[in-house]
């Protein structure tokens, strides 16, 4: 008998353990709304690979410090989705990185002074004027590329690099979809 809880035992503990290892390194999502389609859809699930290294045209999760007022909610058909007053992790496309000089214009986007080539994005104009001459230090600027229907940096603001979650390190479901995201 105490051998076989002792078995039981070591089972639990190395189960908890390699939870905890795996944890470090990653960390499961599921999409929550439209504003990264056609990407990403609405319950897709996704593992993000835990860390901070981060660069233009990566996928990232990051946690908002926006809490959404009833307007902000149904403006963003979220209504249904989280309550007022709480905090949303957002799924965005990073799009210009620390030291980067970005332009939004007549609705095209360019980093460093180059358009650039956005096949991924939903519709073929960026709402909104934006003109950063250089991105600080510890912050990106991210965008969802439904971009009429993405709360993202050109509402929110910059996003500081240690709120990042991680960056999308492969699609699990729908199993149709499974392995890298372009």
Excluded: C
């Excluded at 905890?20 to 859809?41: C, H, K, Q, R, Y």
């Excluded at 965005?92 to 000089?101: L, N, T």
């Excluded at 939004?104 to 991924?120: L, M, R, S």
């Excluded at 590329?145 to 390190?169: A, P």
Aim: hydrophobic share 40%; charged share 30%; proline share 2%.
């Amino acid at each position: 008998m105490a051998k076989e809880i002792f078995e039981w035992l070591k089972t639990i503990v190395a189960s908890i353990v390699m939870v905890l290892i795996i944890t470090t390194f990653v960390t499961p999502l599921v999409v929550d709304g439209a504003s990264m389609n056609p990407t990403l859809e609405d319950h897709d699930y996704l593992i993000l690979e835990n860390t901070h290294k981060i660069q233009r045209g990566d996928i990232i999760s990051f946690k908002s410090n926006i809490k959404f007022s009833q307007e902000e909610l149904e403006s963003f058909n979220l209504i249904k989705r989280i309550k007022l007053g709480k905090v949303k992790n957002l799924v965005k496309r990073v799009i210009a990185v620390e030291g980067d000089q970005l332009l939004i214009k007549d609705g095209i986007v360019y980093v460093n002074e180059e358009e650039i080539k956005e096949d991924y994005i939903n519709g073929d104009y960026t709402f909104g004027d934006i003109d950063i001459k250089k991105i600080p230090k510890n912050k990106i600027f991210v965008m969802g590329d439904n971009r009429e229907n993405s709360l993202d940096s050109r509402k929110i603001g910059l996003v500081d690099v240690e709120t990042v979650k991680g960056k999308l390190l492969i699609r699990v479901l729908p199993v149709s979809e499974f392995g890298n995201v372009k």
